[in-house]
């Protein structure tokens, strides 16, 4: 079976502080994602990535950078993190096919 | 993009049928149509993909009907263990997969 992994299940920062959320895939995918989810916004996609050192803009970019090194790992890197960041944050991996596979989750809470 | 609209939530009893729509009325012609379960605290988990007509698997049906602007995800005999929220989606309206957004699902309260 496939396998995201993320860093973290739970993550606590101050604001102003920079942080790095990690995930890997195993299962050589070409397209990975990160997206984040809000009470009854449902998830929004913040980059994504079709290949090594290549990236998109999602529908919600701001505040957010990314970095694709290596083909299995994602990093989305918040440069300043601020209180509105506070969220659930999924990373994702998929073939040209369109099925998805999610990691479980970081919950970061920014204080 | 082809934007797909669902109820927000539903509410159904255990063993009974649930059958969840999802409109999308700018398909694209290479677009697939796929279905997405969310336990909380956990991230979504394909359940099913269909290009059109009917497609089963041990989970869930998906009927698709000619013209492909809605699909119905049929859930049989739920449980208490099907309560999540369920998502559909579409392509990004040029066959490929890169930008596909999730809207905000329907949430699927299953009652004893």
């Known amino acids: 079976d496939v396998k995201v992994t993320q860093s973290s299940r739970y993550l606590v920062k101050r604001t102003g502080e920079k942080v790095f959320l990690e995930c890997v895939q195993d299962m050589d995918h070409e397209n990975m994602f990160w997206y984040r989810q809000d009470p009854g916004l449902g998830l929004r996609l913040i980059y994504f990535?079709?290949?090594?050192?290549?990236?998109e803009k999602g529908d919600i970019p701001e505040g957010y950078s990314v970095s694709r090194e290596k083909k299995e790992r994602f990093s989305l890197i918040l440069e300043s993190a601020s209180t509105n960041q506070t969220s659930m944050y999924l990373c994702?991996?998929?073939?040209?096919?369109?099925?998805?596979?999610f990691g479980p989750g970081t919950r970061l809470t920014v204080t | 993009l082809a934007k797909t609209t669902q109820p927000i939530s539903m509410d159904s009893y255990e063993g009974q049928e649930v059958n969840i729509t999802c409109s999308h009325n700018?398909?694209?012609?290479?677009?697939?149509i796929t279905w997405y379960q969310q336990f909380p605290s956990q991230g979504p988990r394909f359940i099913i993909q269909g290009y059109k007509t009917k497609v089963t698997n041990e989970v869930a049906s998906l009927f698709i009907p000619a013209d492909r602007k809605s699909s119905t995800l049929s859930l049989p005999r739920v449980s208490l263990s099907d309560t999540a929220v369920y998502y559909c989606l579409v392509g990004d309206g040029s066959g490929g997969y890169q930008k596909v957004t999730f809207g905000t699902g329907t949430k699927l309260q299953v009652i004893p």
């Open positions: 700018n398909i694209a012609t290479n677009d697939y």
């Open positions: 994702a991996s998929r073939e040209r096919h369109p099925k998805t596979y």
């Open positions: 990535s079709y290949d090594v050192k290549m990236k």
